[in-house]
């Protein structure tokens, strides 16, 4: 066990994009535990986006209030289990649980979910059959009203929810179009997740791109992006069309609303033409369907039906720049940090 715990703070909060110098790894002492508890050891962090809103005070809100400076940075981890006062984990189980950016956390067990290490790799429970899978999972399956031969577009389509998501749509025989941000992303979306076309959102002719690829129009658009992205799918939406609003990460990064013209009118114009049903997403509402899920998810990996992959940062002191990567699509993949062997 190594002497001290280290953990990743904060030395201030981020304006705009955050920077390296944002972050700190102090020292803090390896807690004790008391019953009900155990102590992890944490193996992969996580790297999500409501990480983000976490570190900005003009962000806080209910679910994610703002982390004091000096504090580690909340996120969800993979812990091996070292010691245990709860009576359904023993050293050496595999657990994930909210033990933020640190190598050590004091947990209490009964908020824990055991991790199946025969499922998928230890990482992957961060990501495809992790919170991110699940609310992919709960979009496609709960929400989207998919039928086979609709055009389900996803952003983020290489992420830990959008790669799910897209993929759970061709499962089903829609056509998936997904967005990423590369020619080397988008053939992987591709070739290997077996999206039917990926688009590049930074190419000037996006908006072409969108339209020669949804030939038959949208049906289902899994929203991740925000900004041009969401308003180009929306010019392409079918009448009756579903807009699932999982996430804005174009605008994490703002703090202030963006320059130009109020579009409200023209949103509310185009849901009302298109008779559109705007559906929200926050995965919280959905965690009793973990069991399915992982049963379904975990067997379509196992199969190897559905493709989980990580984009791997190694370091606790790399983490803060794992965040800057993800934020700006320099991730392939869902983003974690491995700061311990397995
Ligand atoms: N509602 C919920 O309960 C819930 C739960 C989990 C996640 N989410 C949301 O789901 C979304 C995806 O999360 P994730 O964990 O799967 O992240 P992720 O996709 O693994 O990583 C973020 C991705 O966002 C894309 N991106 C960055 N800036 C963008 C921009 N300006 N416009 C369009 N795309 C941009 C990048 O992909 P490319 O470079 O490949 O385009 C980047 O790789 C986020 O908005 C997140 O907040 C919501």
Known sequence: MNASNRQMTLRRYPEGMPQESDFQVISGAIPDIADGQVLGRAIYLTVDPYIRVHISPSMSIGYAPTTPLGAPIPGEAVLRVERSKHPDFREGDYVAGFSGWQDY???QGDALRKVDKRLAP?????????MPGLTAYAGMTKLSEAEAGQTVFVSAALGGVGAVAGQLARIKGCRAVGVSSSAEKCSYAVETLGYDACLDRTKQDF???VAAACPNGIDVNFENAGGPVFWT???NMNAYGRVIVCGLIAVYNEDAPPAGPDLSQDLLRAIALKRLVVKGLMVADFWSLRPQFLEEVGGMIKDGRLHSKEHIVVGIENAGVAMMEMLSGRNFGKTVVRIADD
């Open 233 to 235: 799918a929306m010019q």
């Open 122 to 130: 230890l990482s992957a429970h961060l990501g495809a059959l992790g």
């Open 207 to 209: 908006a072409e791109q």
């Open 105 to 107: 956390a004091a947990l």
